[in-house]
């Protein structure tokens, strides 16, 4: 019981203090006309979201539990009958994923698909400590480094569900990697791979070693192909490239999940994830590009009624109080402490 009020209490007191501030910090910004080239009038990001806005409450509509799209939310047999009503408030999490080898020895990676170091895993686990936030679909690169920092995250997980890695890139994929059980479904939560969330593809300079490239290039020129927002390193993506497939992509197959009451994990790259928070917070172009993310460490979103409000990490010295900016996130958080306390008990 004591508990119970510890989440309820914060969460009153939380989200009388957030929602002024939000409303303060979340004027919007409008994006220069040459951040992205294919919508020359007007803000690329804020456009296309008014143009999707009827789109994605149609879809949400139609989104239904199964195995090959999502699964049985962790908050359905956990949280009490009143809360079990159809909402449209969502969990979102972000996290870059750790150290790969090519990091360690400070190599350009891009769309090389290259595993964690040591310390990658680490950071990985680390970043488990969303464990208290549920979670019903993950959505990863195609990338191995962004997928082991998404199971080994979510092996961390109170509910102990399994991340189950699905195939879709061709019928006998599908059908050959099929669960039959629904108990076993129940148990599960899917991650769906997606080429369009790799990191943004550095051309001629992947596998070349940082260092010596400036050397042979010169600083100006690689800070230009590495921090410019339109400026592409050779035969390769500018961040602006990437953020057209990495937006897109998120608008029309994750969005609609979160319209949906879905909670949603990502873990991706730094390029792919900026593109993505930049679409979230309505950064500037020149915003964007001086946005650092760190490797391993969840951002926390909670999109209701059809805006994004950022929540900081919830890995940190604070980190009830992040559960408590919503009442679902504190009756999950809740009822997951009263699980645990009758399993030891």
Known sequence: MSTAMSYQSIYSFVSQQSSTISQSSRQPLLLPTKCLKIDSSLCYYTSRRKRNLS??????????????????????????????????????????????LWNA????????????TEKGVEEAIEAGKISNIPIDVIFTSSLIRAQMTAVLAMIQHRRKKVPIILHNESDQAKSWSQVFSEETKDQSVPVIPAWQLNERM????????????????????VHEWRRSYDIPPPKGESLEMCAER?????????????????????????????????????LTCKEVISLELSTGIPLLYIFKDGKFMKRGSPVGPTEAGVYAYTKRLAQYRQKLDESSEVICS
């Open 246 to 282: 990495a937006v897109a992509y998120f608008e029309e197959n994750i969005e609609p999940k979160l319209a949906a009451g879905k909670n949603v994990m990502i873990a991706a790259h730094g390029n792919s994830l900026r593109s993505i928070i930049m679409y979230l917070d309505k």
């Open 202 to 221: 550095y051309g001629e300079l992947q596998g070349l070693n940082k260092q010596e490239t400036a050397e042979r290039y010169g600083k100006q020129q």
């Open 105 to 116: 020895k400070n190599l350009f990676t891009g769309c090389v698909d290259v595993p964690l």
């Open 55 to 100: 789109k994605i409450e149609t879809i949400s509509s139609q989104i239904s539990v199964s195995y090959n799209t999502t699964l049985l939310s962790p908050s359905k047999n956990i949280i009490p009958d009143n809360s079990q009503k159809k909402s449209n408030e969502a969990a979102l999490i972000l996290i870059r994923h750790g150290e790969s």
